[in-house]
Nanobody, 121 residues
Framework: QVQLVESGGGLVQAGGSLRLSCAAS????????RGWFRQAPGKDREFVAA????????AYADSVKGRFTISRDNAENSVFLQMNSLKPEDTAVYYC??????????????WGQGTQVTVSS
């Protein structure tokens, strides 16, 4: 059974940093894209960042470009999201996705349970 487990969320002050991790088990995703999405209360789940299987191509939402960095370690079957200069509007549950590519939630068949990120002002 495929499992994606996120970690690294928490409470941080505006301007601070967090690093999210997502470890996959049950199958390898070394030849598949990975992504991060987020969902704030009362809002739809939205794209944050994506990385292709090799790590050579990445994509970011305009709202996080220049502040967030996605990376992956295929040997560890993991993907990471380094979040710097955090803002209160980054507060959301962050979800790891795997097995696809792109900015749409429909492109990813596998999802984690999410990790809460709260940025205080």
């Amino acid at each position: 059974q495929v499992q994606l487990v996120e970690s690294g969320g928490g409470l941080v002050q505006a301007g601070g940093s967090l690093r999210l991790s997502c470890a996959a088990s049950g199958r390898t995703f070394s030849r598949h894209g990975r992504g991060w999405f987020r969902q704030a209360p009362g809002k739809d789940r939205e794209f944050v960042a994506a990385i292709d299987w090799s790590g050579s191509t990445t994509a970011y939402a305009d709202s996080v470009k220049g502040r967030f960095t996605i990376s992956r370690d295929n040997a560890e079957n993991s993907v990471f999201l380094q979040m710097n200069s955090l803002k209160p509007e980054d507060t959301a549950v962050y979800y790891c996705a795997a097995g696809g590519w792109g900015t749409s939630i429909t492109r990813y068949p596998y999802w984690g349970q999410g990790t809460q990120v709260t940025v205080s002002s």
